[in-house]
Each structure stands twice: as C-alpha cells, then as structure tokens.
C-alpha cells in the first residue's frame, strides 16, 4: 500500500547530530516533492524544509537554516534529513509528506512520525 | 511570513451537535490560476496528521460528508454537521501559495463534553 515510514530518531546530546529516513512505498516516489514536517512535544506543526521531486531545489526554514539539509535518493526510494548541531528546541516528532501540488504545496500523505529529543 | 490564526483553540461539543473551526490569514490566499490553496487537516490523538479538505472546500477520499470546508479571500471554516466521537482531535488549517514557509495554524482541539 501508499505509505511512508520515518526512522532514525533518537536521544541525542546538545551540539550532536542525526540522519532521519523516510522509506516510502506503493508510488513512484520521483513524482513529487517531500517535506519535512515537525511538532513539538504538545504543540503545533512546524513546516522544516522540502525538496523538489527531481532534487533541483530545497528550501529549508530559518529555524533549521545551515544546520538541517533535506536530501532524498530516488533509487532507494527514501527521503532523509541531516540534522547537525541539534538544540534542546529540536526535540520534536519528525513527520515526512509527500507533495502533490502543481503550484502550491499539497502534503496529501503522511508518515508516522520518528521521535528526537535533544537532551544532556 | 503568513500568519494563520485559528479560532476558538478549544471546542468542547456534545455529540450529534455542529461544530465550527475558524482559519484566518494575513494574506490573501488565491493564487494566479484562480484556485485557492487553504488546506485543513486532523490529528487524531496518538496519529499523524491527515489531510481533510485540500483547496477550501474539496473533501478527501473516505472523509465523511459530515465535514465541510469554506471561505473565500483571508476568512475559511471548516464545519463539522454532527459531531462523533471519531471526531475528536486537533483540526489544522495550511495554506500553500505564500510560501516557503509553509505556514499552519495554531490548531484547534474538538473534544466532547
């Protein structure tokens, strides 16, 4: 069936880093963009970056700039986020989304979510 | 950035009863091609989102027709007829065509009195 599944979470140290996954199934996984989606122990959603379908273009937010990259490898269908540099305010579950939109961003799928703490 | 403001950030409702869920934006929300990219989504608890309505008012597949999306502009709800147990969550609103960033609102929590 459609579905992605998100990896790779963990307790992690201040300053330290961590690589997400994002395995996705049942569709062409280079047909559409993927986002980086987080949400904060008890909180809202906090859009983190996204990625072109083909790979050509990555935004990432100012939160997360020059220290999160958001990358994906199309041969293995999996979508991932580099996080260096963590801060106790990274603590978040990660979701990933896939993009559908033509002009504006469409998340119709989302994973699980994959759990980081940041924490001494 | 747009800043989506939700209304009210919690709703209790007895069962069977209507619901509302206010989206306002700071901007604008119709793109050049005339559509408008306001999206609502529902986070069970212990889940992951999931989108409801995409482009203001168009159900998703297997969501009940007991939810409805409207709006026109900077103003959107989202309208639940009978509210059921399975309801219970916190509603999202999104919007697309400013962005990036992809900006949601604060959420709202439906639960049942």
């Known amino acids: 069936q459609v579905e992605l599944v998100e990896s790779g979470g963990d307790v992690v140290q201040p300053g330290g880093s961590l690589r997400l996954s994002c395995s996705a199934s049942?569709?062409?996984?280079?047909?559409?963009?993927m986002h980086w989606i987080r949400q904060a122990p008890g909180k809202g959603l906090e859009w983190v970056a996204v990625i072109w379908h083909d790979g050509s273009l990555t935004y990432h937010a100012d939160s997360v700039k020059g220290r999160f990259t958001i990358s994906r490898d199309d041969s293995k269908n999996t979508l991932y986020l580099q996080m260096n540099s963590l801060r106790v305010e990274d603590t978040a579950v990660y979701y990933c989304?896939?993009?559908?939109?033509?002009?504006?961003?469409?998340?119709?799928?989302w994973g699980r979510g994959t759990l980081v703490t940041v924490s001494s | 950035d747009v800043v989506l403001t939700q209304s009210p950030l919690s709703l209790p409702v007895t069962l069977g009863q209507p619901a509302s869920i206010s989206c306002k934006s700071s901007?604008?929300?119709?793109?050049?091609?005339?559509?408008?990219?306001l999206y609502w989504f529902q986070q069970r608890p212990g889940q992951s989102p999931r989108r409801l309505i995409y482009k203001v008012s168009n159900r998703d597949s297997g969501v009940p027709d007991r939810f409805s999306g409207s709006g026109s502009g900077t103003d959107f709800t989202l309208k639940i007829s009978r509210v059921e147990a399975d309801d219970i969550g916190v509603y999202y609103c999104m919007q697309g065509p400013q962005w990036p960033p992809i900006t949601f609102g604060q959420g709202t929590r439906l639960e049942i009195k």
């Open positions: 049942g569709y062409r996984f280079s047909c559409c963009g």
């Open positions: 901007q604008g929300l119709m793109y050049s091609d005339g559509d408008t990219y």
């Open positions: 989304a896939r993009d559908i939109g033509v002009v504006s961003p469409d998340l119709d799928l």
